[in-house]
């Protein structure tokens, strides 16, 4: 078994950012943890567990379709659709 353990940072362009969060708000850190399982030759992957921060993938959900709103309103879209 070999195990990863990651760490990750949206950026998003100034663009899709609205005032109605601050920088520090819009910033968004993610932490993973892979643990990968291979055959018994070790050529293949038998099985991969992926462990995330729920609440904070929430958070960075909501930030999403923050700013897929912003790019809607930043392109003149007159249709919204659904959010993320």
Avoid: H
Avoid at 38 to 64: A, H, M, N, P, Q
Wanted: charged residues 40%; aromatic residues 14%; hydrophobic residues 35%.
């Amino acid at each position: 078994m070999v195990t990863v353990w990651a760490r990750s940072e949206a950026v998003f362009r100034e663009e899709l950012k609205d005032e109605g969060l601050s920088q520090e708000e819009w910033r968004y850190c993610g932490e993973y943890v892979f643990m990968i399982w291979f055959e018994e030759g070790g050529k293949r992957i038998d099985r991969i567990v992926e462990f995330l921060d729920s609440k904070g993938t929430e958070r960075f959900r909501g930030l999403v379709g923050r700013a897929k709103g912003n790019l809607r309103k930043y392109r003149g879209d007159a249709d919204e659709g659904p959010g993320f």
